[in-house]
């Protein structure tokens, strides 16, 4: 068993997997669990942690998240303590656990640190798959569960809920549930689980919006409201995906290129990539924004029902 581990990625999905199959495999108890943000916490207190005997079992998993001083992305300077750590990792104690985790796409492989963890731990790159990877990981989640299915109708899974992993593996799970008698997944079964990701919808309807587009407009709001979408919920996500417009269309103004987006503004890669696609400008997002908040206001405040508010907004957009 490994005394050390470093799980770095930006697949929240994995890593979350990645963690837990640790700590079962460990087979610890909870209270002998202690978890650390390295943001808010120095290096200086994982080695005290290790060094200190716990009051009824020395054994411990010491958990250090958010471990930026391994990647290039380090705002702390803990260059004082690096040499403690890399003496420590050099020679552990037996009956204490540490995992580092990194939530960057890449180690700064030109750091010390990182090249003497790399030889004493064990690495797990969580990473986010690449459409043909990411086809054989639900492929494989699903047969691994017991249940037949083309792949095919994994592609179409996956084109549903947009490659996002972890919502994937709900609907996936929503899906066994499904099918728990023959456990064989056909196309009626996917498409009868499996809604439309709405935010794709939002997405073509502020499309639309901006582009003036009354027919689209209503085609789209109809589609959604079938879907017993709520008036005032459509709002928020109008308003939201307006605002990520903005967000990244400032920053690109600024000078910030599509890798680095993401993990600054917190957005899945593809709801940053298809704002990037967006030919608004910056004021009409503004201005768009000013309307939207208005109108919330005034259904919240009685002054307008929120179906008429909402339709008569997009009739005069």
Not at 228 to 240: D, G, R, S
Not at 243 to 272: C, D, T
């Given at each position: 068993?490994?005394?050390?581990?470093?799980?770095?990625?930006?697949?929240?999905?994995?890593?979350?997997?990645?963690?837990?199959?640790?700590?079962?495999?460990?087979?610890?108890?909870?209270?002998?669990?202690?978890?650390?943000?390295?943001?808010?916490?120095?290096?200086?207190?994982?080695?005290?942690?290790?060094?200190?005997?716990?009051l009824?079992s020395?054994?411990k998993v010491?958990i250090?998240?958010?471990?930026?001083?391994?990647?290039?992305?380090s705002?702390?300077d803990?260059?004082?303590?690096?040499?403690?750590?890399?003496k420590y990792?050099?020679?552990?104690?037996?009956?204490?656990?540490i995992?580092?985790?990194?939530?960057?796409?890449?180690l700064?492989?030109?750091?010390k640190?990182?090249k003497?963890?790399?030889?004493v731990?064990?690495?797990?790159?969580?990473?986010k798959?690449?459409?043909?990877n990411?086809?054989?990981?639900v492929?494989?989640?699903l047969?691994?569960?017991?249940?037949?299915?083309?792949?095919?109708l994994?592609?179409?899974i996956?084109?549903?809920?947009?490659?996002?992993l972890?919502?994937?593996?709900?609907?996936?799970?929503k899906?066994?549930?499904?099918?728990?008698?023959?456990k064989?997944?056909k196309?009626?079964?996917?498409n009868?689980?499996?809604?439309e990701?709405?935010?794709?919808?939002?997405?073509s309807l502020?499309?639309?919006i901006?582009d003036?587009?009354?027919?689209?407009?209503i085609?789209?709001y109809?589609?959604?409201?079938?879907s017993?979408?709520e008036p005032i919920?459509?709002?928020?996500?109008?308003?939201?995906?307006?605002?990520l417009?903005?967000?990244?269309?400032?920053?690109?103004?600024?000078?910030?290129?599509?890798?680095?987006m993401?993990?600054i503004i917190?957005?899945?890669p593809y709801?940053?990539?298809l704002?990037?696609?967006?030919?608004?400008?910056i004021?009409e997002l503004?201005?768009?924004?000013?309307?939207?908040?208005?109108l919330?206001?005034?259904?919240?405040s009685?002054?307008?029902?929120k179906n008429?508010?909402?339709?008569?907004f997009l009739?005069?957009?």
């Amino acid at each position: 068993m490994n005394n050390l581990y470093l799980i770095y990625g930006d697949e929240e999905y994995l890593i979350k997997k990645e963690l837990s199959d640790i700590i079962s495999k460990i087979e610890i108890n909870e209270e002998n669990i202690v978890n650390y943000n390295m943001n808010e916490s120095d290096i200086s207190d994982i080695l005290e942690e290790a060094c200190t005997v716990g009051l009824f079992s020395n054994e411990k998993v010491i958990i250090c998240d958010y471990c930026n001083f391994l990647s290039s992305d380090s705002k702390k300077d803990n260059s004082d303590q690096i040499d403690s750590l890399i003496k420590y990792i050099n020679n552990p104690f037996d009956y204490v656990k540490i995992i580092f985790i990194v939530r960057c796409e890449k180690l700064d492989e030109r750091k010390k640190i990182v090249k003497e963890l790399k030889k004493v731990s064990k690495v797990i790159e969580c990473n986010k798959l690449d459409s043909h990877n990411l086809n054989n990981y639900v492929y494989n989640y699903l047969n691994d569960n017991g249940y037949k299915i083309e792949m095919n109708l994994v592609r179409t899974i996956v084109d549903k809920v947009k490659y996002d992993l972890a919502n994937i593996i709900n609907e996936c799970d929503k899906l066994m549930c499904y099918k728990d008698t023959d456990k064989e997944i056909k196309i009626d079964d996917v498409n009868d689980v499996i809604r439309e990701n709405i935010e794709d919808n939002i997405f073509s309807l502020t499309n639309a919006i901006m582009d003036k587009d009354n027919r689209k407009i209503i085609k789209i709001y109809n589609d959604l409201l079938k879907s017993n979408e709520e008036p005032i919920k459509l709002i928020v996500m109008i308003t939201n995906q307006l605002r990520l417009i903005l967000q990244v269309k400032l920053m690109i103004k600024n000078g910030y290129k599509e890798l680095q987006m993401p993990s600054i503004i917190k957005e899945h890669p593809y709801r940053v990539k298809l704002a990037m696609a967006s030919n608004y400008k910056i004021s009409e997002l503004i201005d768009m924004l000013k309307k939207l908040y208005k109108l919330d206001y005034d259904i919240k405040s009685g002054n307008i029902d929120k179906n008429f508010g909402l339709e008569l907004f997009l009739l005069n957009i």
